[in-house]
């Protein structure tokens, strides 16, 4: 007769037995060679866009470097979806954490993508890389004049993601060779649901439910950011609500400040590529005539205390014609009056004007208790 204990190690020698067996299955392995190439391009990916910073380029991480990981942030506010926007305004005025935040998410990408290259511990990495995607997508989904560039590559990684958390590291893995080594890894759930040589531990049915889960998740996600960007999938077409190739300035609180006019700008729209343009500006009443007007060299005269920039990074500043102004700069500017506007001007607004011709508008707050005669107010 075979005692309990001899019973036991028997049948878990079988059952190792058989886990090692399976990854020679040729169904199995057909499978996992075609999850390589998924794989080690996901995991190119982010080691990659971690490596440049770590290695190959790092002013990226070095706050003094004109292309500082900051600057990219800012880049992506104006259209940050889900209150990453905040979030991304938040880090911008904190230094310690906007320089923590850059060094922990680069880390994430760096480690997740040569853990994703190796197959070791893939559906964890695969996690991890699902959530640095969804993040991605919500802040950079917006930018890209032609292709939208940032919502495909998150939405491929996405994708991938998922396939790996749902199948494992495929062929040539670190994990298939602690598994061959170690065959009792099997046996832990820990292992499955972590590493990527073995099925998850769920029943068939249950599998095919969270798949499909997953699979409804994703293609919502995508597909639904994809129609808030562009359109074109229950909708015509359209540029989205923030345009990643127009220029847009939001101009707001623009009031009577003793001999100033002032007024807070927000350029909001446009590509992150090249800096936009404001060669005039100018004070109208409701009837479109000129109260005070001031071209680009007057605006590219501006002292440096005329211009109060909200963040450190992009920002507006006055240059050889006008003023210049970065994606998502956020400025308190006061414009000289070299006269007293008129008192029976209640409607009054502001105008910019780009480059391009473009003019935005707010309105100006007329307080005439402040805008008495010019000589007075030096006085």
Avoid at 100 to 117: H, K, P, R, Y
Avoid at 260 to 287: C, K, M, N, Q
Wanted: charged share 15%; glycine share 8%; aromatic share 10%.
């Amino acid at each position: 007769m075979i005692d309990a204990g001899t019973l036991a190690t028997l049948n878990r020698a079988t059952r190792e037995s058989s886990v090692v067996s399976a990854l020679d299955d040729a169904y199995w392995r057909g499978a996992a060679l075609g999850l390589l190439t998924v794989r080690v391009v996901h995991g190119f990916i982010y080691w990659g866009g971690g490596s440049r910073r770590f290695i190959y380029d790092p002013e990226k991480l070095d706050p003094s470097a004109h292309n500082w990981m900051a600057n990219k942030l800012q880049d992506a506010m104006p259209g940050a979806l889900f209150g990453t926007d905040q979030a991304i305004s938040f880090v911008l005025k904190h230094f310690d954490l906007l320089y923590a935040t850059i060094i922990v998410f680069s880390a994430a990408e760096l480690i997740a993508g040569m853990m994703l290259i190796a197959g070791f511990m893939t559906r964890a990495a695969a996690c991890a890389s699902l959530g640095i995607s969804i993040i991605l997508m919500a802040m950079f989904g917006w930018i890209g004049a032609v292709c939208l560039e940032g919502w495909t590559m998150a939405a491929s990684n996405i994708a991938m993601a998922c396939t790996l958390m749902l199948n494992g590291s495929g062929a040539y893995s670190v994990d298939n060779l602690l598994l061959r080594r170690r065959p009792h890894l099997a046996t832990h759930r820990w292992f499955r649901w972590t590493n990527g040589s073995l099925p998850l531990p769920l029943s068939e049915g249950t599998f095919q439910k969270v798949a499909l889960l997953g699979f409804f998740l994703a293609t919502i996600f995508v597909v639904g950011l994809y129609s808030h960007f562009r359109g074109a999938v229950l909708t015509s077409f359209h540029p989205g609500p923030v345009s990643p190739s127009v220029t847009h300035f939001s101009v707001g609180n623009a009031r009577l400040s003793g001999n100033f006019v002032s007024l807070h700008v927000y350029l909001d729209a446009g590509t992150p590529e090249a800096p936009a343009f404001i060669v005039e500006a100018a004070v109208e009443d409701s009837s479109g005539k000129i109260l005070a007007h001031w071209d680009a060299t007057e605006l590219a005269a501006l002292p440096s205390d005329h211009i109060k920039n909200e963040y450190a990074y992009n920002q507006v500043v006055p240059g050889p014609h006008g003023l210049i102004a970065r994606m998502g700069a956020k400025a308190e500017i006061r414009l000289p009056l070299e006269h007293s506007l008129p008192a029976a001007a209640p409607n009054a607004v502001i105008r910019l004007v780009a480059v391009d011709g473009q003019s935005f508008r707010g309105d100006l707050n007329m307080d005439n208790s402040n805008s008495s005669s010019l000589a007075e107010e030096q006085r």
